[in-house]
């Protein structure tokens, strides 16, 4: 399927045990115009999002669909609730802890209406809760989400180059202000000591009470007898 350029940047990670929801959750997904990687446990999700769990399962075995990890972000993970060893709230729960991915949305889904599981996801921080068998209506709810964040992401990192812009600047002026002084300091080392007021008086003494000056003249001058 040929994905529109302007949706193909949207990414999102789909977790769930089942063979058969994982296919079809990656199936309406990729229908959306949706990038879509797809994982069978909670463990391989904090993996493949750089988390890594003490009781994750063997190397060996196939984490992530694709095979290969892609260096590209994930800007939505919709997981399933009821999964062995962590579950949907479980993972909801490291991903929003993390200072790194709490900003990921998350979605999480489920075969069972348990208003109270419900209420505890959303109040954790979940974006909605979907129940199964999702469709494709369903999926139309996740971009706003996506949206917002990104929205927030790029404020944050307009905020942040405005603040290096500002210590930029600070700190250029703090090395000119520091120039500016070195090249005073050298200045006022290459100039001549001053001449006392005293030395100079003195040194017009001196010259006018020279022999040269004092001496009188009398070439020219014939003494008669």
Do not use: W
Not at 58 to 72: F, I
Not at 203 to 211: F, V, Y
Request: charged residues 30%; aromatic residues 4%.
């Amino acid at each position: 399927m040929v994905m529109a350029a302007a949706d193909s940047q949207f990414h999102v990670l789909a977790v769930d045990d089942s063979l058969i929801d994982r296919k079809l959750i990656e199936r309406l997904l990729k229908t959306s115009s949706y990038q879509v990687t797809t994982v069978d446990s909670g463990s391989k999700a904090l993996e493949f999002l750089g988390l890594y769990e003490d009781d994750q399962s063997s190397p060996d075995s196939p984490s992530v669909s694709p095979s290969n990890q892609q260096e590209v972000g994930v800007n939505l993970v919709i997981t399933d609730y009821c999964m062995p060893g962590m579950t949907g709230y479980d993972l909801l729960k490291k991903i929003k802890e993390s200072s790194s991915l709490r900003n990921i949305p998350v979605v999480i889904m489920s075969s069972e209406n348990v208003p109270s599981r419900i209420n505890r996801c959303l109040e954790e921080g979940a974006e909605e809760f979907f129940l199964k068998p999702v469709r494709l209506s369903d999926l139309s709810r996740l971009r706003p989400h996506i949206m917002k964040t990104k929205s927030k992401d790029q404020n944050q990192g307009k905020e942040e180059n405005e603040e290096k812009q500002e210590e930029s600047s600070e700190s250029s002026e703090a090395s000119q202000e520091q120039d500016q002084q070195a090249v005073d300091q050298q200045q006022q080392q290459q100039q001549p000591p001053p001449v006392p007021a005293n030395s100079n008086k003195r040194k017009a003494m001196e010259e006018g009470l020279s022999p040269d000056r004092t001496r009188p003249r009398y070439n020219g001058i014939t003494t008669v007898v």
